[in-house]
């Protein structure tokens, strides 16, 4: 049985740091391509960052460049998320997805394109 599970998210006030981390168990075959995804009140779920193995790269939202890397421990199955100068307007549900096949001419990033999904976990950036 396939489970993403997120841990990591609070409340944060502005500047200030969380770093979130998503445990991958369950996948009889690698997956493709990982990522966080966001989706605050009112908003569409939206791609933050995402590393594709097929791709060899990583992709940032605009939005979070400078502010937020990925990265991942093999050996732990996990992914984080380091998320830092936090903005209110980062306050949202992160979620960790998997996708099990990806192109190699790009890094997907689109929720469309992932196949499996964690829980969620929430950040609030709030004084």
């Known amino acids: 049985q396939v489970q993403l599970v997120e841990s990591g998210g609070g409340l944060v006030q502005p500047g200030g740091s969380l770093r979130l981390s998503c445990a991958a168990s369950?996948?009889?075959?690698?997956?493709?391509?990982i990522g966080w995804f966001r989706q605050a009140p009112g908003k569409e779920r939206e791609g933050v960052s995402c590393f594709s193995s097929r791709h060899g790269s990583t992709y940032y939202a605009d939005s979070v460049k400078g502010r937020f890397t990925i990265s991942g421990d093999n050996a732990e199955n996990t992914v984080y998320l380091q998320m830092n100068s936090l903005k209110p307007e980062d306050t949202a549900v992160y979620y960790c997805?998997?996708?099990?096949?990806?192109?190699?001419?790009?890094?997907?990033?689109?929720?469309?394109?992932?196949?499996?999904w964690g829980q969620g976990t929430q950040v609030t950036v709030s004084s």
């Open positions: 369950g996948f009889t075959v690698d997956y493709d391509a």
């Open positions: 997805a998997a996708a099990m096949w990806a192109d190699a001419d790009s890094v997907p990033c689109g929720p469309w394109e992932y196949d499996y």
